[in-house]
């Protein structure tokens, strides 16, 4: 089972290209495709990236994810007040035994 | 329209049991998988397991393993998360969300206090 974690805090201030890492522990990230969720607090998480790179319509293109061996990455650009929020990267696979393993989250503030 | 809309807030006294439940509509709920996630106070998000409404096959990841009950009912839509004996380590916030997490439901606040 994939570990993923993510650094605790990003920052950045308006307008400002931000990136959050998300590293997996083993090559089986390798395997799978990553996701990334929006969570504000008090509401639902919010689909951002699936499939490594791919945005669900409505997403802003300023939000693009990427992925690199066994890392992935989200990149936020023209960083505006509402982009602060938590932000996690995670792997679904119903074949495993934790089949939705999410990273730790990083709290994203803008300055 | 998608839709995922679960029960209201609960507050429990430990050793209760509870069943909080997640309504699904817009889709063929039989053919997709519906994950229960937990998120504590001040921490990150945990997926505790996931169930196949069609044959209610389930998957608990192996914090949750023995600790709660997902059960899904095809004739209402719904998904349920149950527990025989609550703690109070088991306050939190839970969302089911659809197989990937495209749709989330609102979240059921739980709150185990005596």
């Known amino acids: 089972q994939p570990v993923l974690t993510q650094p605790p805090s990003a920052s950045g201030t308006p307008g400002q290209r931000v990136s959050i890492s998300c590293s997996a522990s083993?090559?089986?990230?390798?395997?799978?495709?990553v996701n990334w969720y929006q969570h504000l607090p008090g509401t639902a998480p919010k689909l951002l990236i699936y499939s490594n790179n791919q945005r669900p319509s409505g997403v802003p293109d300023r939000f693009s994810g990427s992925k690199s061996g066994t890392s992935a990455s989200l990149a936020i650009s023209g960083l505006q007040s509402e982009d602060e929020a938590d932000y996690y990267c995670?792997?679904?696979?119903?074949?495993?035994?934790?089949?939705?393993?999410f990273g730790g989250g990083t709290k994203l503030t803008v300055l | 329209e998608v839709q995922l809309v679960q029960s209201g807030a609960e507050v429990k006294k430990p050793g209760e049991s509870l069943k909080i439940s997640c309504e699904a509509s817009?889709?063929?709920?039989?053919?997709?998988?519906i994950a229960w996630v937990r998120q504590m106070p001040g921490k990150g998000l945990e997926c505790m397991g996931i169930i196949y409404p069609g044959d209610s096959e389930t998957r608990y990841s192996p914090s949750f393993q023995g600790q709660v009950t997902m059960s899904a009912d095809k004739s209402s839509s719904t998904a349920y998360l149950q527990w025989s004996s609550l703690k109070t380590s088991d306050t939190a916030m839970y969302f089911c969300?659809?197989?990937?997490?495209?749709?989330w439901g609102q979240g059921t606040l739980v709150t185990v206090s005596s």
């Open positions: 969300a659809r197989e990937g997490g495209r749709f």
């Open positions: 817009g889709y063929t709920f039989p053919s997709y998988w």
């Open positions: 995670a792997i679904w696979d119903d074949s495993l035994n934790d089949p939705w393993v």
């Open positions: 083993s090559s089986d990230i390798g395997t799978h495709t």
